[in-house]
């Protein structure tokens, strides 16, 4: 089976005013779409790998034909991204995680609002575009980590918790050069029951 678009959750305009309708559209219906067709039509000729999960696919790239390991790396990266992207965000969401993910953060971090500044740090940092993540390893610690293109945590052998988008595409229509702004409105739609359910 190939790989399918995931529905938007909610409606385009459902995380106004913070993330604008027209990003929202052109961001699922576009830039997701077009990763999942190039993903689907560089794996066409190997349909071997359609049993397998993308995450399984990005665990062991040197597993696949080298003639279609980027063309995987970056819409196999984009595809998975944006299916954690999506779920990660509600409308009427925000606030603070709590249990045991507010414990790990508060451990690891000092704080949540330390852990906001390190993780705003990270996305600023992201020369270009790329994406910061809040991940855990296979013991179940957390760290912080830029990731360029769709180059993917799960390559590295990390989950990722929590995903921030800092390609262009995902604010500029509505903040421009800001990306600082989008980075602080990005924590008013967090889903964090989701968020906590991947810890």
Do not use: C
């Not at 906001?116 to 790329?130: D, H, T, W």
């Amino acid at each position: 089976m190939a790989f399918e678009l995931p529905k938007l959750p909610y409606d385009y305009n459902a995380l106004e005013p913070y993330m604008d309708t027209k990003t929202m559209e052109v961001h699922h219906d576009k830039h997701h779409a077009g990763y999942t067709s190039k993903l689907n039509a560089a794996l066409e000729n190997n349909p071997e790998f359609f049993k397998k999960s993308i995450v399984e696919i990005l665990s062991d790239l040197n597993a696949l034909p080298e003639a279609i390991r980027t063309a995987v790396r970056n819409n196999g990266g984009g595809y998975y991204h944006h299916n954690i992207w999506w779920e990660q965000f509600g409308p009427g969401k925000g606030g603070k995680p709590t249990g045991v993910l507010a414990d790990a953060i508060n451990k690891k971090f000092g704080s949540f609002e330390e852990f906001q500044a390190e993780f705003k740090k990270a996305a600023l940092g992201v020369f270009g575009s790329g994406w910061a993540w809040l991940v855990k390893d296979k013991n179940g610690d957390l760290s912080l980590v830029g990731t360029p293109n769709q180059d993917s945590p799960a390559t590295l052998g990390l989950e990722p918790i929590l995903g921030i988008d800092v390609w262009e595409h995902s604010y500029y229509l509505k903040y421009q050069n800001r990306r600082d702004e989008y980075i602080d409105n990005f924590w008013q739609v967090i889903d964090w029951e989701v968020v906590s359910s991947r810890f």
